[in-house]
């Protein structure tokens, strides 16, 4: 296969299905540890296990190049992986860099110092394990200072998604946006910190106003994994067909991903 991508659920294929828009030539295999759904309740250690467990699974499946379309993932296991488990001839990305990138208007490759940038008040909408890990807030501070970033930790919100309930989901983001704005009033934008919240992103923007500016992910990250494929052709791998991969029951795991994008897609059991 070309390209890996992981997820603990359905979230990923936002991202899936914007690569799919972006890259239609692009074989992919699509991993859903939904057997252990969801990450965003569990501990950083268990997070660390279950995903390079599955990203192994992606390696033997042939693909050199893993994106962790599982913000969970990225924020809790994805700098320990990057320093003591991915092999040499691997590669495994994450979904906060093409964010921050996008919000502070510079290229990672960009190594001067921390500067000001024109967003000050950032609020954070993201799962439990992600808040926790503070993982957005340090890389962040690599790339800019003087940003308010105030967190929401959207339990619940990630659930009722996979079991396709919307109007749970749309009650859920009210609440949390209440709650996140008597903290902070008047952000100036928002982050949707998890690949399954782009789904709920009209509902986000609504019960935020319109004047504030949302970043979803998933055509960042698409956007990121074209340039990054342009500069490292060599990652491609060989792979001509594109798969769905499941830890859980494949026809359970099929008839939520198809009424989650709204399209077929058929998963096998991995």
Not at 38 to 46: F, H, I, K, L
Not at 104 to 124: C, F, K, M, Y
Not at 207 to 217: H, N, P, R, T
């Amino acid at each position: 296969m070309a390209v890996g991508i992981f997820d603990s659920g359905l979230g990923g294929l936002t991202v899936y299905d914007q690569i799919a828009a972006d890259m239609p030539d692009l074989p992919v295999c699509y991993f859903a540890d939904s057997a252990n759904t969801p990450y965003g309740v569990r501990t950083a250690d268990d997070i660390y296990t279950l995903t390079c467990t599955a990203t192994q699974s992606l390696f033997d499946a042939g693909c050199d190049l893993v994106i962790l379309a599982c913000n969970t993932a990225s924020a809790a296991a994805l700098r320990r992986m990057q320093e003591s488990w991915v092999p040499t001839d691997k590669r495994v990305l994450g979904v906060f860099v093409p964010m921050i990138e996008a919000l502070t208007e510079r290229n990672w490759g960009d190594n001067s110092p921390p500067r000001e940038v024109d967003v000050r008040d950032v609020a954070l909408f993201a799962t439990p394990a992600t808040v926790a890990s503070r993982a957005f807030q340090r890389e962040l501070a690599f790339r800019a200072i003087g940003v308010d970033v105030e967190t929401q930790p959207c339990g619940g919100l990630v659930d009722a998604l996979e079991d396709g309930d919307e109007m749970l989901a749309e009650a859920l983001v009210r609440s949390h946006v209440d709650a996140l704005k008597r903290r902070m009033p008047n952000p100036q934008a928002a982050i949707l910190g998890c690949t399954h919240y782009p789904l709920m992103q009209k509902a986000f923007q609504d019960a935020l106003g319109e004047d504030v500016k949302v970043f979803s992910q998933a055509n960042l990250v698409s956007a990121s994994l074209a340039d990054y494929l342009k500069r490292h052709p060599n990652m491609l791998g060989q792979g001509t067909k594109t798969k769905f991969l499941t830890t859980g029951d494949p026809a359970q795991v099929t008839d939520r991903a198809t009424q989650f994008l709204r399209r077929k897609i058929q998963f096998e059991a991995a």
